[in-house]
T-cell receptor, first 111, second 113 residues
Framework: GQSLEQPSEVTAVEGAIVQINCTYQTSGFYGLSWYQQHDGGAPTFLSYNALDGLEETGRFSSFLSRSDSYGYLLLQELQMKDSASYFCAVRPSGGANNLFFGTGTRLTVIP | NAGVMQNPRHLVRRRGQEARLRCSPM?????VYWYRQLPEEGLKFMVYLQKENIIDESGMPKERFSAEFPKEGPSILRIQQVVRGDSAAYFCASSPDSNQPQHFGDGTRLSIL
């Protein structure tokens, strides 16, 4: 089976940098994805790591280390609009095409 | 440049009624996925379909739930004889193939009275 653990809540100051961690236990997966979801909204794709290392997309970066069963999402130059829930997700290997989502982290950006 | 379209956005049903949720994937996407989200939780996979075929329904409850993706028209998630526990947000996602990121619709919030 799979399990993806994230901190439930994180608070950070506008303009700062915040890191949201995702530790996982899975029998195998193709890659680690990150999604943002505002209250009442749709999950929005942010980033994907197929291989170990850092992927950068504007203010957002994501990192994966398969040997440590660990990944993170890094948000720089935080803005108030970044307040949302963030989910890591994996596509399990073995033929499945669904995404398995983590528990989610609620980020609150304060002035 | 329409994204994944789901309707209705909100649906209220009484216990025992049927709920039908619709999803039109993004243009050019033939892979459709349905997920359910309870408050304060992550999304849970339900079913994966391609045109006219159910590929993986391992996340679907064994009874009362069914899904289809006909050759013409939207994908439909159908819940028969709804119960209070079916109250949730139901999201549809689509992708052009299984290796591409999934793009989500705005969801249908189902409330059971």
């Amino acid at each position: 089976g799979q399990s993806l653990e994230q901190p439930s809540e994180v608070t950070a100051v506008e303009g700062a940098i915040v890191q949201i961690n995702c530790t996982y236990q899975t029998s195998g997966f193709y890659g680690l994805s990150w999604y943002q979801q505002h209250d009442g909204g749709a999950p929005t794709f942010l980033s994907y790591n197929a291989l170990d290392g850092l992927e950068e997309t504007g203010r957002f970066s994501s990192f994966l280390s398969r040997s440590d069963s660990y990944g993170y999402l890094l948000l720089q130059e935080l803005q108030m609009k970044d307040s949302a829930s963030y989910f890591c997700a994996v596509r399990p290997s073995g033929g499945a095409n669904n995404l398995f989502f983590g528990t989610g982290t609620r980020l609150t950006v304060i002035p | 440049n329409a994204g994944v379209m789901q309707n209705p956005r909100h649906l209220v049903r009484r216990r025992g009624q049927e709920a039908r949720l619709r999803c039109s994937p993004m243009k050019g996407h033939s892979h459709v996925y349905w997920y359910r989200q309870l408050p304060e939780e992550g999304l849970k996979f339900m079913v994966y379909l391609q045109k006219e075929n159910i590929i993986d329904e391992s996340g679907m409850p064994k009874e009362r739930f069914s899904a289809e993706f006909p050759k013409e028209g939207p994908s439909i998630l159908r819940i028969q004889q709804v119960v209070r526990g079916d109250s949730a947000a139901y999201f549809c996602a689509s992708s052009p193939d299984s290796n591409q990121p999934q793009h989500f619709g705005d969801g249908t919030r189902l409330s059971i009275l």
